[in-house]
């Protein structure tokens, strides 16, 4: 129970609770719950009670208004990205699908003061600036790293990054070794376009390396991109002759970064920092409202889901997604409505009533399963779900 103050009642030997604020609770402000009047001890008492608050864009809470709660659900929806991202995008309409949701929307974006995020409470924490600091944008210099790449394929910036635990694989039940799972990943992040994409590896290595880059080459091939210069850090995976020979065959420039100098590289930087703040945002929201089956392992899952958003969300410099501008496709923003909440549970159809067969009269005819993002290998919008019973990860169809 989220309540501001918690008052004794005396020299009682139960509390007397008084909810003078509560987010999540069903009570009204100031209604006194005794426990005395239950048949559970107080712990219990209160325990029960919290199982019974419903989520902050519930109906029954009349804390938050309807524009506050579709503010909400929508930035649960898309990443837990920028609420003023959000806000611009229903100032373009984007997300709407009624004139009702319209209004609600619009009313939604001309709040000046939003709800708060629990999760991103939690994932996206920073230090305060000191008194007396001032940090200003030089507009000369804003944007530099990006300077004079106009096209897609033009600079690519490429950095390793590294996570603790390990994360699970995607085509496994999730019972590999640990020293199988994956370690980290190389970022892959167009200056031009800002289109960002990640490769994981279970070992960093220069021949895994080399293996994850041919993979992005190959996705670059399909859209008829080509990578012309690469630039990265000074570390072993990118300076070893393995990945400069694979460089020189296919005719690809390679740039260093100047020694302990990570802002030469910022844009490769700076992806990092974005993915990693919203698949913790991810992950945090799931542990929070369904916490019996909250895995860290998942993260990898969670990375490219983020990397999934941010390449189809418009951007507010241009209005034109990332994808759009790098693979110059154009990509429908009302499938951004076919997103749902990282973690979220799905009902997936028995495979026996989905190919036309039959089932016991009494059986259930769906399994539960955990959302985890939209496949890239099928041609619409199929999410990938996690099953609770095997642990392994598919593409469905058939999904509530």
Not at 306 to 319: C, H, S
Request: charged letters at 20%.
């Amino acid at each position: 129970m989220n309540a501001t103050s918690l008052k004794l009642a005396g020299n009682n030997k139960v509390p007397s609770i008084t909810i003078d604020y509560c987010l999540n609770s069903e009570l009204p402000i100031g209604h006194k719950v005794d426990p005395n009047e239950t048949a559970l001890p107080p712990t219990a008492y209160k325990a029960e009670l919290k199982k019974r608050q419903p989520a902050l864009t519930s109906p029954s809470n009349f804390n938050l208004s309807e524009p506050e709660k579709e503010l909400l659900r929508c930035h649960h929806k898309l990443g837990h990205v920028a609420i003023r991202r959000i806000q611009w995008l229903f100032r373009q309409g984007i997300l709407a699908t009624s004139n009702k949701e319209r209004r609600l929307q619009a009313a939604a974006a001309k709040l000046t003061c939003g709800p708060l995020c629990t999760a991103c409470q939690y994932a996206k924490q920073r230090r305060k600036t000191y008194p007396g600091t001032v940090k200003r944008v030089v507009p000369q210099e804003d944007g530099g790293c990006k300077a004079n790449t106009l096209f897609p394929g033009q600079e690519i910036a490429i950095d390793i990054f590294y996570a603790r635990p390990r994360g699970r694989l995607l085509n496994t039940f999730g019972k590999e070794a640990a020293d199988q799972k994956y370690k980290g990943g190389c970022i892959f992040a167009n200056c031009a376009t800002s289109f960002l994409h990640i490769g994981l590896l279970s070992n960093v290595s220069g021949h895994n390396t080399t293996t994850v880059k041919e993979e992005f080459d190959k996705m670059c091939q399909n859209h008829g991109v080509v990578p012309q210069q690469f630039i990265s850090d000074n570390g072993s995976e990118f300076v070893n002759s393995d990945f400069q020979a694979h460089l020189e065959q296919l005719q690809q420039s390679h740039r260093l970064a100047g020694v302990g100098a990570h802002h030469s590289n910022g844009v490769a930087e700076r992806g990092i920092l974005t993915i990693m703040s919203i698949a913790r945002a991810m992950l945090h929201h799931a542990a929070l409202h369904w916490p019996d089956v909250a895995d860290v392992e998942l993260w990898p899952l969670a990375l490219l889901h983020a990397v999934d958003l941010l390449n189809k969300i418009p951007r507010t410099e241009t209005g034109w997604s990332a994808y759009k501008l790098f693979t110059r496709k154009t990509y429908p923003y009302s499938k951004l409505r076919e997103f749902h909440v990282w973690g979220c549970p799905v009902y997936v159809l028995d495979s026996h009533l989905a190919n036309n067969k039959k089932l016991p009269r009494w059986q259930p005819r769906s399994g539960r399963h955990i959302y985890v993002g939209n496949s890239k290998t099928h041609s619409h919008s199929i999410p990938l779900v996690l099953s609770l019973d095997t642990g392994k990860i598919t593409a469905q169809y058939h999904v509530v």
